[in-house]
DNA sequence: GCCATGGCTAGTA
DNA sequence: GCCATGGCTAGTA
């Protein structure tokens, strides 16, 4: 199986609308790597570019918030701008909000 | 040897 | 609540 590289996750994020969300898992299966959720998180906390790549739209596989290198209160917060609602910390109508990932490769 | 996960069990109510 | 998974990095040689 080919390496998992940080840049095709990257683009593939970068695909994911405002208004949208994406989480760790699917983002893994998309590039053919259907156990690699952990190293998906891994890769989002070092994130080269906050402001160019939207980490903060990728979260737990259950609607959960999931992390954020500038505290989950912040993504919250940021997650909640973008016009997602959240009961306690988890999405509201989380399935309708998860974006249709195109799979890549 | 660390984790920004996720799936599966054991054990309680 | 345990642990497999996979990419990364600190720290030793």
Known sequence: MTPLKAKDVY???KTVPEGQVTTYGD???ALGHP???RAIGQIMNKNPD???VPCHRVV????GIGG???GIKMKKEILQKEGLAFNEDTIVDF???RAKLKREK
């Open 95 to 97: 399935e309708k909000k």
């Open 60 to 63: 737990a596989w259950d609607g």
């Open 27 to 29: 983002l893994a299966r």
């Open 11 to 13: 683009d593939l994020l």
């Open 68 to 70: 954020y290198a500038f």
């Open 50 to 52: 906050p402001f160019v």
């Open 35 to 37: 156990n690699a959720a």
